[in-house]
């Protein structure tokens, strides 16, 4: 895919798990009790977790994000064959205090010394999102957290992506949404926004419309992606402003 610079950005708006949040650090962390384990329960917990969104968006079933969550995470334990007490409370909680991934924080930084409004858009209702937001004290960077529940339907509904405008006040086409999950980067290109597909885990390009703007490894690409080159220097001093953060929960 090519990467080309992307002109008239005026926010950028991020996917939470696996974009911002490391979601495989939850069994990780309690790879003590999991062993070898641990990396195969924090791939079936998410495979199941996302597939559990779509079906329920198709069968108009909804629920929060952390029922859905549960639910998958039992799924995973019963698949492994894994009955350890207080187990699935631990891995819940953990969950709710992912790290971000490394780079995460020095981006938000330069962006928003650059001026841009920056926010999250998650499946993730407002007490996880404030969580793990908090968790990572990453408040003071962003103008609002939004959640799928203000819509009451998952992504890749178009409604979802629709909140980031409608929130922020900003044009759609002067909007940057980045994502991990290539459906979502590409669900979201498909319903007007500019989009940059972080592919932090080298996966194939979908075949649904439509294309993202641009591909990336990860987060630190994107200042030099957006930013002119005055502004997107490495050595460029950023500096998180003191105001907070907009916890939405309508």
């Known amino acids: 895919m090519e990467i080309k610079h992307l002109e008239g950005i005026r926010a950028c708006v991020f996917d939470a798990y696996g974009t911002l949040f490391d979601f495989n650090g939850a069994a990780l962390a309690a790879s003590d009790q999991l062993g070898e384990n641990a990396p195969r329960l924090s791939e079936i917990w998410r495979q199941k ?41 631990q891995l819940l909680d953990l969950y709710l205090h992912l790290d971000c991934y490394p780079e995460v924080r020095e981006t938000l930084s330069r962006l928003r010394a650059a001026g841009l409004k920056l926010a999250i858009l998650s499946n993730g209702t407002p007490a996880m999102l404030a969580a793990v937001v908090r968790h990572n004290g990453l408040e003071s960077f962003l103008d609002a957290v939004l959640s799928v529940e203000e819509v009451g339907v998952f992504k890749p509904h178009p409604a979802v992506y629709g909140l980031a405008s409608d929130r922020l006040q900003i044009a759609p086409t002067a909007i940057c949404f980045l994502s991990s999950n290539a459906w979502d980067a590409y669900s979201a290109k498909a319903s007007g926004l500019r989009v940059l597909w972080c592919n932090r885990f080298s996966q ?3 075949r649904i419309p439509a294309t993202p703007d641009g591909e990336i490894q990860d987060l630190s690409a994107v200042p030099s992606m957006l930013l002119p080159a005055s502004d997107s220097l490495s050595d460029r001093e950023a500096v998180a402003p003191d105001h907070a953060v907009e916890m939405s929960s309508r």
Do not use: K, N
């Open 49 to 89: 977790q996302l597939q559990y969104t779509w079906l329920r968006g198709l069968a108009g079933r909804h629920t929060d994000f952390w029922q859905v969550t549960g639910d998958a995470l039992d799924y995973a334990l019963a698949a492994l064959g894994i009955d350890r007490p207080g187990l699935r409370t």
């Open 204 to 206: 194939a390009s979908e």
